[in-house]
Protein backbone atom coordinates (compact mmCIF):
# COMPACT_ATOMS: atom_id res chain seq x y z
CA UNK A 1 0.00 0.00 0.00
CA UNK A 2 1.63 3.23 -1.12
CA UNK A 3 1.48 6.26 1.09
CA UNK A 4 -0.94 7.85 -1.14
CA UNK A 5 -3.53 4.62 -0.86
CA UNK A 6 -2.56 4.78 3.03
CA UNK A 7 -3.57 8.78 3.51
CA UNK A 8 -6.09 8.48 1.25
CA UNK A 9 -8.02 5.79 3.37
CA UNK A 10 -7.33 7.21 6.64
CA UNK A 11 -9.22 10.57 5.54
CA UNK A 12 -11.79 8.52 3.62
CA UNK A 13 -12.28 6.49 7.60
CA UNK A 14 -11.95 9.88 9.34
CA UNK A 15 -14.29 11.38 6.95
CA UNK A 16 -17.00 8.63 6.94
CA UNK A 17 -16.71 8.69 11.21
CA UNK A 18 -17.53 12.09 10.90
CA UNK A 19 -20.08 12.13 8.98
CA UNK A 20 -22.37 9.23 10.29
CA UNK A 21 -21.18 10.11 14.26
CA UNK A 22 -23.06 13.34 12.92
CA UNK A 23 -26.11 12.09 11.59
CA UNK A 24 -26.68 9.41 14.41
CA UNK A 25 -25.51 11.88 17.77
CA UNK A 26 -28.72 13.79 19.29
CA UNK A 27 -25.51 16.26 21.60
CA UNK A 28 -24.78 19.51 20.12
CA UNK A 29 -20.95 18.88 21.29
CA UNK A 30 -21.05 15.64 19.82
CA UNK A 31 -22.02 17.19 16.33
CA UNK A 32 -19.41 19.64 16.82
CA UNK A 33 -16.87 17.46 17.23
CA UNK A 34 -18.10 14.82 14.38
CA UNK A 35 -18.17 18.13 12.25
CA UNK A 36 -14.30 18.64 12.99
CA UNK A 37 -13.06 15.14 12.41
CA UNK A 38 -15.01 14.86 9.11
CA UNK A 39 -13.11 18.25 8.21
CA UNK A 40 -9.98 16.68 9.35
CA UNK A 41 -10.75 13.54 7.09
CA UNK A 42 -11.36 16.01 4.29
CA UNK A 43 -8.11 18.02 4.95
CA UNK A 44 -6.23 14.43 5.14
CA UNK A 45 -7.41 13.50 1.66
CA UNK A 46 -6.13 16.93 0.43
CA UNK A 47 -3.11 16.61 1.72
CA UNK A 48 -2.87 13.20 0.09
CA UNK A 49 -3.71 14.30 -3.17
CA UNK A 50 -1.64 17.51 -3.07
CA UNK A 51 1.48 15.31 -2.51
CA UNK A 52 0.95 12.70 -5.32
CA UNK A 53 3.50 14.42 -7.86
CA UNK A 54 6.88 15.10 -7.40
CA UNK A 55 6.62 18.47 -6.73
CA UNK A 56 3.76 19.10 -3.96
CA UNK A 57 1.40 21.32 -5.60
CA UNK A 58 1.15 24.72 -3.06
CA UNK A 59 -2.38 25.70 -4.12
CA UNK A 60 -3.83 22.52 -2.70
CA UNK A 61 -2.02 23.20 0.80
CA UNK A 62 -2.46 26.99 0.66
CA UNK A 63 -6.21 25.72 0.51
CA UNK A 64 -5.71 22.85 3.11
CA UNK A 65 -4.38 25.95 5.39
CA UNK A 66 -7.56 27.95 4.54
CA UNK A 67 -9.30 24.70 5.58
CA UNK A 68 -8.13 24.67 8.89
CA UNK A 69 -8.22 28.57 9.51
CA UNK A 70 -12.26 28.09 8.30
CA UNK A 71 -12.36 24.98 10.82
CA UNK A 72 -11.06 26.64 13.98
CA UNK A 73 -13.18 29.62 13.38
CA UNK A 74 -16.70 27.91 13.03
CA UNK A 75 -15.47 25.05 15.72
CA UNK A 76 -15.16 28.44 18.68
CA UNK A 77 -18.43 29.86 16.58
CA UNK A 78 -20.24 26.44 17.22
CA UNK A 79 -19.30 26.37 20.66
CA UNK A 80 -20.84 29.49 21.67
CA UNK A 81 -23.72 29.13 19.61
CA UNK A 82 -24.43 25.42 21.88
CA UNK A 83 -23.58 27.10 25.07
CA UNK A 84 -26.37 30.11 24.26
CA UNK A 85 -29.01 26.91 22.71
CA UNK A 86 -28.54 24.97 26.05
CA UNK A 87 -28.54 28.33 28.33
CA UNK A 88 -31.94 29.20 26.98
CA UNK A 89 -33.23 25.70 26.94
CA UNK A 90 -32.43 25.58 30.51
CA UNK A 91 -34.08 29.51 31.30
CA UNK A 92 -36.91 28.07 29.77
CA UNK A 93 -37.28 24.96 31.55
CA UNK A 94 -36.57 26.79 34.71
CA UNK A 95 -39.45 29.26 33.95
CA UNK A 96 -41.98 26.24 32.91
CA UNK A 97 -40.74 24.98 36.13
CA UNK A 98 -41.21 27.77 38.05
CA UNK A 99 -44.60 26.43 40.34
CA UNK A 100 -46.94 29.18 39.25
CA UNK A 101 -50.47 28.06 38.15
CA UNK A 102 -52.61 29.81 35.23
CA UNK A 103 -54.46 31.93 37.45
CA UNK A 104 -50.94 33.65 38.44
CA UNK A 105 -50.99 32.50 41.81
CA UNK A 106 -48.07 30.01 43.87
CA UNK A 107 -49.21 26.44 43.43
Known amino acids: M ?6 TAV ?3 LLALGLVTMLVAADRFRRLVALNV ?3 GSLVILLA ?5 PAPD ?6 AL ?3 VITVAFTGFGVVLA ?3 DEAESADDDRAGSGT ?3 GGPS
Not at 49 to 53: I, K, L, N, P
Open 83 to 85: RRI
Open 101 to 103: RLG
Open 2 to 7: TTLAWY
Open 66 to 68: TGI
Open 58 to 63: PVLHAL
Open 11 to 13: GAA
Open 49 to 53: VAGRD
Open 38 to 40: AAA
